[in-house]
């Protein structure tokens, strides 16, 4: 992720606050950790101990505009807001767990180092907020006709990867219905697989289409759970 960002001003053709176009300057970069995949080119499908999953630092370039001083930070498509995952490292666990045996509690320990890994209860509330989101945000409904996105079974995968969901894991309704919406949208990773004759082909064709509709949701991953402050709790 290691790049000069001195020119990307360039790259931003008009300013959200005031409309100027090409007034931005180059200010500075911060830095956030983040959790992401790392894949092999030459990986093969449940070869488990070939991927890994851990902090990196995302630089986040910050803009000023020169007409009317405000300043913009730069966020990459694959940055989740809702979340420490990045939007690969979602789908790709999001994949993982709904097509293997794996629980969530055995994802940290397949991917991650030891003494370096992410809490599996990060890792459900990332795929489970994204499930919420898929259900609630009436743009994901118009990608689904767009698609031609089913709930049927995808196509043969050639024993790529399993042809058919397993089984739901997740017990409760409410929970099974985000499970849902989450597998729907990754039918068509599976008919992907089929068709770029390859995992990390297809991998990189479903995340430039899951980039351009991400980047349009305000929050990707919903918060699942709300704090509400009892009445009667004690203030002092």
């Known amino acids: 992720m290691e790049r000069d960002f001195r020119s990307i001003h360039e790259e931003i053709p008009e300013c959200p606050f005031c409309s100027s176009t090409h007034s931005f ?3 500075s970069t911060s830095c956030v950790w983040r959790w992401d995949i790392t894949i092999p080119e030459d990986w093969r499908y449940s070869d488990w101990g070939q991927v890994r999953l851990e902090p990196q630092q995302v630089p986040l370039p910050i803009m000023r505009c020169c007409v009317c001083g405000k300043r913009v930070r730069v966020i990459p498509t694959f ?8 939007l690969g490292a979602l789908i790709f666990l999001a994949f993982v767990y709904e097509n293997t045996p794996l629980a969530w509690r055995s994802l940290p320990e397949k991917f991650c180092k030891e003494g370096e890994k992410i809490a599996h209860s990060t890792i459900y509330r990332a795929v489970h907020g994204m499930g919420k989101n898929l259900l609630e945000n009436e743009e994901v409904r118009e990608l689904y ?7 049927g079974m995808p196509p043969d995968t050639s024993g790529t990867a399993q042809t058919a969901w397993p089984p739901k ?4 309704p409410h929970t099974q219905h985000r499970e849902e919406a989450v597998r729907n949208l990754l039918t068509l990773f599976l008919c992907l697989i089929q068709e770029c004759a390859g995992f990390i082909n297809a991998f990189v064709r479903f995340m ?3 980039c351009l509709l991400f980047s349009q949701m305000s929050r990707p991953a919903q918060r699942l759970y709300t704090l509400h402050k009892r009445k009667d709790a004690d203030t002092s």
Do not use: A, D
């Open 79 to 86: 940055m989740v807001e809702g979340t420490t995952l990045t």
């Open 169 to 172: 894991k997740s017990q409760y």
């Open 208 to 210: 430039e289409q899951i």
């Open 25 to 27: 300057e180059y200010k």
């Open 145 to 151: 006709v767009r698609w031609n996105v089913s709930t």
